[in-house]
């Protein structure tokens, strides 16, 4: 049989033994985790259910808590669209504020986002029970059925509830009728800004609270008892800003067409930080008039290096300007930001001119050497030439001399009586003619001296006197800045 490759009958057997082992061994493992997960959901369902028993106790529709008003009772009649006490005296709500924040404030369009909680509190008669002495605190839903203050903004650009998870709004009952109202709000509210001393400069910003619809005959706003302080704003801190004052303002505001409207207003003091701007506008700009007084002590011979710097430097004070004004609103109003900007750009560019006029002076004082050294050559070639002429004039004139000077040798005894009393008459003529002399040479030392008083500085005396004046003008600018925006 194994010759055929046929199996015996024991071997199939064994076979048949493994495979029904591993087929119970499978069906156990498999029946034992089905029991775990039914025993897990069972205590599942056990635990749910002895919660919805627990939950039961609290909420079950069975059950009636003794002090709890019944409120459709309660409600009932109840006309949300008029005021309490309606034509009688005004209703009068009180307010308080607590700032949570006051995320940015903006001076390119003169705003600034503020979040806060807006507490209104007011007496309803409609609303109170005598049966307990106990507060109901009611959820945003209940909201919608009772009469609200109509207050709005006045000075904001754009508002918004908060609603996560639900509507941040509260409202507490108590048993006589006074009612509390709460909610969040986050406003973007208009601040009017005076940035003339910027950023030096102190600001105030006000948060206007009016009724819309209500005058004074029907509504009156007052400040909270308990409002003596803003919780929460001691506890800001802003970037660019410091909080120093604050004050509660109440108004009556009377418009001809609508009527007199209460007005609540709160104003509070802001002082600019100055520091972010002395680090990223001040200094650097110190340093690129500083920068420009290196060129003092740079040689007037190497004119790329000089020029380059001057140029390097205003350019620069340029870029500075814009870039810091690209922030700001384009108002008409110059800022005390500008004119320091524009003290440093002038002493830059001064800095610049100051080398333009040295160069000049050299060159002139170069070209002026040289006229006087061509000069002095083209007299010396005059003097020359005329040297030349003479001899030859001389020459030329001896051969007609000679036959001259016998007839004059025969007549010298008739000349030396009558040449002695002419000595005197040519002493008088060489006087005349030292006499003729006397003005021009007064002329020309006069053009001596008026040259003398228009002669060009030397360049390196500029460089020296501009090293020490430019420095000290600076500073005394510097201080008469400081002081003018300051105090």
């Given at each position: 049989m194994k010759r055929f490759g046929l199996k015996s009958e024991a071997e199939t057997k064994r076979q048949y033994v493994v495979?029904?082992?591993?087929?119970?061994?499978?069906?156990?493992?498999?029946?034992?985790?089905t029991t775990l997960q039914l025993m897990e959901m069972k205590y599942n369902e056990l635990d749910l259910l002895a919660m919805l028993s627990d939950i039961g106790d609290y909420v079950g529709t069975d059950i009636q808590i003794s002090w709890l008003p019944n409120l459709d009772e309660l409600m009932k009649g109840y006309a949300r669209n008029f005021r309490p006490g309606i034509g009688g005296p005004p209703v009068n709500v009180a307010m308080a504020i607590e700032v949570a924040s006051i995320d940015h404030i903006s001076?390119?369009?003169?705003?600034?986002?503020?979040?806060?909680?807006?507490?209104?509190?007011?007496?309803d008669d409609r609303l109170s029970y005598n049966h307990t002495n106990k507060t109901l605190g009611l959820d945003s839903r209940f909201v919608d059925k009772l009469w609200l203050p109509d207050t709005f903004i006045v000075n904001a650009k754009s508002a918004w509830f908060h609603d996560v998870t639900v509507e941040n709004k509260l409202i507490r009952l108590q048993p006589n009728g006074v009612i509390l109202y709460s909610?969040?709000?986050t406003s973007t509210v208009a601040c009017d800004m005076d940035l003339t001393k910027y950023p030096m400069d102190e600001q105030e910003c006000m948060l206007d609270l009016e009724s819309y619809g209500y005058s004074s005959e029907d509504i009156v706003y007052h400040w909270s008892e308990s409002q003596n302080h803003i919780h929460g704003l001691d506890k800001l801190e802003l970037s660019q800003f410091t909080i120093t004052d604050y004050r509660f303002v109440t108004e009556m505001m009377n418009f001809k067409s609508a009527g007199r409207f209460p007005r609540l207003s709160l104003r509070f003091q802001l002082r600019r930080n100055r520091g972010v701007y002395i680090i990223q506008s001040y200094m650097p700009s110190i340093l690129l008039v500083a920068m420009s007084w290196v060129s003092f002590?740079?040689?007037?011979?190497?004119?790329?290096?000089?020029?380059?710097?001057g140029i390097t430097t205003v350019l620069t004070m340029t870029t500075l300007m814009v870039s810091a004004r690209s922030s700001l609103p384009?108002?008409?109003?110059?800022?005390?930001?500008?004119?320091?900007?524009?003290?440093?750009?002038?002493?830059?560019?001064?800095?610049?001119?100051?080398?333009?006029?040295?160069h000049y002076n050299a060159d002139y004082r170069l070209k002026e050497k040289a006229k006087v050294k061509a000069n002095k050559l083209s007299s010396e070639s005059i003097v020359k030439n005329g040297k030349q002429a003479m001899v030859?004039?001389?020459?030329?004139?001896?051969?007609?001399?000679?036959?001259?000077m016998i007839s004059n040798r025969q007549g010298r005894t008739?000349?030396?009586?009558?040449?002695?009393?002419?000595?005197?008459g040519s002493e008088e003529v060489e006087s005349r003619r030292r006499r003729s002399r006397q003005p021009d040479e007064s002329e020309e030392e006069k053009k001596c001296?008026?040259?003398?008083?228009?002669?060009?500085?030397?360049?390196?005396?500029?460089?020296?006197?501009?090293?020490?004046v430019f420095p000290f003008t600076f500073a005394v600018v510097n201080v008469i800045y400081w002081v003018a925006y300051t105090m």
């Open positions: 495979v029904w082992v591993q087929t119970t061994t499978l069906q156990t493992t498999t029946l034992q985790t001076e390119a369009n003169m705003e600034y986002t503020m979040t806060v909680f807006l507490r209104q509190s007011w007496h909610s969040r709000i002590w740079i040689s007037q011979s190497a004119v790329p290096a000089r020029v380059s710097l384009r108002a008409s109003a110059i800022k005390a930001l500008d004119v320091y900007f524009w003290i440093c750009y002038v002493f830059v560019f001064a800095a610049l001119i100051e080398y333009a006029f040295a030859l004039f001389s020459l030329s004139v001896t051969g007609m001399n000679q036959g001259v008739q000349r030396s009586s009558s040449e002695i009393p002419g000595e005197g001296c008026s040259k003398c008083v228009c002669k060009p500085i030397d360049a390196d005396t500029i460089d020296i006197y501009a090293r020490a």
